[in-house]
Nanobody, 124 residues
Framework: QVQLVESGGGLVQAGGSLRLSCAAS????????MGWFRQAPGKERDFVAS????????NYADSVKGRFTISRDFAKNTVYLQMNSLKPEDTAVYYC?????????????????WGQGTQVTVSS
């Protein structure tokens, strides 16, 4: 059983920063990729960023390029999402997910394990 637990969400003013964490169970590590998605009220779940676990190759949605950074820590089995220059439109529940493919990517149907989500609210 793979478990993913997110943390780090909260309320922040526009222009501020937050760092989300996703702690993965030991079975998650290997030739996988990890991703972050977000879902705002009344909207579909959107891709934010992904990272390959071994090579560290990253992929970002256009809306967050230059502001968000995804990274991983082998020793802690943890993936991070550093979010800077936050905007009100970044407000959403953020989900961490794992895909068994090695490249990650933006297609949520490729991800088989999901965390419970963490709320990020950006005030104007």
């Amino acid at each position: 059983q793979v478990q993913l637990v997110e943390s780090g969400g909260g309320l922040v003013q526009a222009g501020g920063s937050l760092r989300l964490s996703c702690a993965a169970s030991r079975r998650t590590v290997g030739s996988y990729a990890m991703g972050w998605f977000r879902q705002a009220p009344g909207k579909e779940r959107d891709f934010v960023a992904s990272i390959t676990w071994r090579g560290g190759s990253t992929n970002y949605a256009d809306s967050v390029k230059g502001r968000f950074t995804i990274s991983r820590d082998f020793a802690k089995n943890t993936v991070y999402l550093q979010m800077n220059s936050l905007k009100p439109e970044d407000t959403a529940v953020y989900y961490c997910a794992r895909t068994p493919n090695s490249y990650g990517g933006s297609d949520s149907s490729n991800y088989d394990y999901w965390g419970q989500g963490t709320q990020v609210t950006v005030s104007s």
